[in-house]
C-alpha cells in the first residue's frame, strides 16, 4: 500500500541550513507536496513537484526528488526562527497521502 | 477570504454523546475531506467528497459519519464518542484536477472523556 515516512525532528541554528526528507512508496505519484503547519493551525501548501522534474528552486526552498529511490528532501536556506513548524510531505495518486510530519525546530 | 471554515474549534464531549462538525469552503471547490491528526501519525483521511452528492471512505472511518450537504459544506459527525476519537479534525478542500492543492481550515480539537 501507500506509505510516506519522515523523520520526526530536526533542530538546526538560525542561519543555517535545514534537510527535510521523505521516502514514499507509490511510483505512479502525479505530484509531491511539502506543506507547512504552524503551531495552532492548518496545513499550507509550501511547494510541489511535478513527478517528471528533479528539482525546483523557490527562493529559499530546493525540492529535490530522486524518483529511483522514492526519495523527497526539502532544503530551506539560511533558516529562521519563523520556519519552526511541522513540515509534511504528501504524495497524490488519486488521494492525497501525508508522511507523519516532521518538527522543525530554529534555535538561536 | 474566508477559505475553508470550521467549526467548532474546541469541543469537548463524554463517551458515548455525539455530535457535528462543520465545514464550509467558500472557493467553489468540487473535492473536500476530512483529516484526523494525531502526534507522530501525521493527517489520516477520515472520508472524502469528490463532488457534490458523493461521498467515499478513508484510511479510518470506523465511528465517523459524513454527510455533502451542498457544494459549499461537509460536516464529519460523530454518533457515539470514544476516547480513542481524542483528536484534532482538519476539513480541507481542492479543485478537480490542476496541482491539487488542499487548503485547509484551522481545526476542531476535539476531547472524549
Known amino acids: 500500500g501507500e506509505d510516506v515516512e519522515q523523520s520526526l525532528f530536526l533542530s538546526v541554528r538560525e542561519g543555517d541550513s535545514s534537510v527535510i526528507n521523505c521516502t514514499y512508496t507509490?511510483?505512479?505519484?502525479?505530484?509531491l507536496y511539502w506543506y507547512k503547519q504552524e503551531p495552532g493551525a492548518g496545513l499550507q501548501l509550501l511547494t510541489y513537484i511535478f513527478s517528471n522534474m528533479d528539482m525546483k528552486q523557490d527562493q529559499r526552498l530546493t525540492v529535490l526528488l530522486n524518483k529511483k529511490d522514492k526519495h523527497l528532501s526539502l532544503r530551506i536556506a539560511d533558516t529562521q526562527t519563523g520556519d519552526s513548524a511541522i513540515y509534511f510531505c504528501?504524495?497524490?495518486?488519486?488521494?492525497?497521502?501525508f508522511g507523519t510530519g516532521t518538527r522543525l525546530q530554529v534555535f538561536p | 477570504n474566508a477559505g475553508v471554515t470550521q467549526t467548532p474549534k474546541f469541543q469537548v464531549l463524554k463517551t458515548g454523546q455525539s455530535m457535528t462538525l462543520q465545514c464550509a469552503q467558500d472557493m467553489n471547490h468540487n473535492s473536500m475531506y476530512w483529516y484526523q491528526q494525531d502526534p507522530g501519525m501525521g493527517l489520516r483521511l477520515i472520508y472524502y467528497?469528490?463532488?457534490?452528492?458523493?461521498?467515499d471512505k478513508g484510511e479510518v472511518p470506523n465511528g465517523y459519519n459524513v454527510s455533502r450537504l451542498n457544494k459549499r459544506e461537509f460536516s464529519l459527525r460523530l454518533e457515539s464518542a470514544a476516547p480513542s476519537q481524542t483528536s484534532v479534525y482538519f476539513c480541507a478542500s481542492s479543485e478537480t484536477g490542476g496541482t491539487g492543492e488542499l487548503f485547509f481550515g484551522e481545526g476542531s480539537r476535539l476531547t472524549v472523556l
Open positions: 467528497s469528490a463532488s457534490e452528492g458523493t461521498t
Open positions: 504528501a504524495e497524490r495518486d488519486d488521494k492525497l497521502i
Open positions: 507509490d511510483s505512479s505519484s502525479t505530484y
